[in-house]
């Protein structure tokens, strides 16, 4: 069997990257909870919580004039794993798949990363009118890791 070369392996492995950090955004819990919790004026207290926003803007409407309002609480998990899992689990597979100096090993990783979120955001930008700046914003990071990699 005929081994890759070493400009190969980094491309499939900068490749591999970017779907990774792709599979983890999307198999990833949501950043707000599923329930929405529905709280009034004057101190904003919790009055209800409902099992969706569509439920609670309903109530919200019903309760015209007393300042109520709607929201999705945090979810506590899916920090953690945007923090603590995501990152050592793409910088493992990096460590152990890219080759070549520690320099062309970080550039690389960051070229598949970069890249990634620009997919990501050309994907939420035909999704939701919001992504475009989250994608003119990665656009140009990409452009400059490309930029500092090929040095």
Same mark, same amino acid.
């Given at each position: 069997?005929?081994?890759? *070369?070493?400009?190969? #392996? ?14 983890? *955004?999307? @198999? ?36 015209? =004039? #007393? ?5 999705? +609480?945090?979810? +506590?998990?899916?920090?953690? !794993?945007?923090? !603590?899992?995501?990152? +050592? ?11 070549? *100096? ?18 990501? =955001?050309?994907? !939420? ?12 914003? *990665?656009? =140009?990071?990409? @452009? !400059? @890791? ?6």
């Amino acid at each position: 069997m005929h081994a890759l *070369s070493p400009h190969k #392996r980094n491309v499939l492995a900068t490749v591999g990257i970017g779907i990774l950090f792709i599979t983890l *955004s999307l @198999v990833g819990p949501n950043g707000s909870k599923m329930e929405a919790e529905f709280r009034c004026a004057p101190d904003f207290m919790l009055e209800a919580v409902y099992v969706d926003m569509l439920i609670c803007s309903k109530a919200m409407d019903a309760s015209t =004039g #007393r300042g109520c309002s709607c929201s999705r +609480p945090d979810n +506590p998990w899916a920090s953690w !794993y945007f923090d !603590y899992f995501v990152p +050592p689990a793409i910088g493992v597979v990096a460590w152990i798949f890219l080759i070549g *100096s520690l320099g062309m090993r970080i550039g690389l990783l960051n070229a598949g990363f970069w890249g990634a979120i620009l997919l990501l =955001g050309i994907y !939420y930008a035909f999704t939701n009118p919001e992504g475009i700046e989250g994608l003119v914003l *990665s656009f =140009g990071h990409l @452009v !400059y @890791v490309a930029l500092m990699a090929s040095v």
